[in-house]
């Protein structure tokens, strides 16, 4: 979760916080997540994440924006 939530700080300056919901719904689940299953969830939740940054960087560096 902390190599995650640097890796968000980092695209938060650059891209925004377009995917903050997404940010705070995983870091409500690492606060309570203790089983084994939980983890899991949490897993799975932050690789999505991952997902979506990627997706929101390759999208934004495939534009053009002068500004």
Request: no cysteine; charged share 35%; hydrophobic share 40%.
């Amino acid at each position: 979760f902390r190599a995650a939530s640097q890796e968000y700080a980092a695209f938060k300056l650059r891209y925004g916080a377009r995917l903050q919901r997404e940010w705070d719904d995983g870091a409500h689940l690492a606060t309570y997540a203790q089983s084994a299953d939980g983890l899991r969830e949490l897993d799975r939740k932050l690789s999505q994440f991952r997902v979506q940054m990627r997706a929101v960087k390759e999208a934004k560096d495939r534009s053009i924006d002068p500004f």
